[in-house]
């Protein structure tokens, strides 16, 4: 989403979305001043209103998947894809992955943040799944700061069931940002196919997966 869109959203829809959508939202002191990654649970679509809530009035983007949804639902989806310069991404190709994870890198080195479910889909339960390693490698690539965000909240009202509430319930709550320096330092020496940069992705996913749990499930 480009700054000029992101300010409009700032003024005029993210009233509407506080109204209509979220009941509370903490930490809002912990967004750096810098661009960074978004690392949020995935629960329900509006997740991504939720997550360009907390963006707004930042030049920032998605990665939002394109393997689903046809006919009007499909041409609704594009057409919000297209205002928010969302990266497209199929998950069934593996070039459409590679695409979409050098577009990812390319726009948060021009100073874009960037938004990623590490998840990879929606929970089917509510409860948080598995994370992948995309958003270590994009970190990888980038070495800007991971910022942790945990939704609750949102699979109550837009369950991938189809269930609806109309009652106001999102709750966010934003974590201190992930430098990971000693990581990125020491990947700027490996090898992407070795077995050494495997394992620190996977140390880093869980490092970040950890911390949404918390925000997600822990009690203030």
Known sequence: MNKAVSIFCKIFVAPLVGTLLIKEIKGRENIPNSNFILASNHQSYLDIVACGYVCVPRVFTFIGQVDKGKGIAGMLRDFFYFL???????RKEDNSKKQAFNEAVEAINSGSSLVIYPEGTRTKTGEIQQGKWGVAKIFLKTGVPVLPLGIN?????????????LKRMIRLKIGQPIYFKEEFEKAQNMSVESEEYKSLCISITDRIMDQIKKLVYEKD
């Open 84 to 90: 928010g310069g969302v990266i497209r991404l199929n």
């Open 153 to 165: 909240g949102a699979f109550e009202m837009l369950s991938p069931s189809g269930k609806v509430s």
